[in-house]
């Protein structure tokens, strides 16, 4: 069963940045489609950003364009996401996981969630 290990996860300022890192845990025949996820308690998770598997296409959610980036590194075959100007509100466990890119959403049928990283952004 596929499934993801997050890292880089932190507490910061707000202003601050960090890089959260995503790896599969197991084998996964070809490049995938890969996006980060976060989610609070007592709400739903939310997509953030997607990647397509050439790294060409992505997705943002509106409240963290133009400060989050990802991006993904084939030969490592790893994707992170790069997170500046961070808020209170971007507080949260992330999690990546398969998505589409179109849309941001969850890829149907997956469900297999690793422990995510948690983001804490306070003074």
């Known amino acids: 069963q596929l499934q993801f290990v997050e890292s880089g996860g932190g507490l910061v300022q707000p202003g601050g940045s960090l890089r959260l890192s995503c790896a599969p845990t197991?084998?996964?025949?070809?490049?995938?489609?890969i996006g980060w996820f976060r989610q609070t308690p007592g709400k739903e998770r939310e997509g953030v950003s997607c990647?397509?598997?050439?790294?060409?296409?992505?997705n943002y959610a509106d409240d963290v364009k133009g400060r989050f980036t990802i991006s993904r590194d084939i030969n490592k075959n790893t994707v992170y996401l790069q997170m500046n100007s961070l808020k209170p509100e971007d507080t949260a466990v992330y999690y990546c996981g398969l998505c589409v890119v179109s849309t941001g959403a969850t890829a149907r049928g997956f469900s297999s969630w690793g422990q995510g990283t948690q983001v804490t952004v306070s003074s």
């Open positions: 197991t084998f996964a025949r070809g490049l995938l489609t």
């Open positions: 990647i397509n598997d050439s790294g060409r296409r992505k």
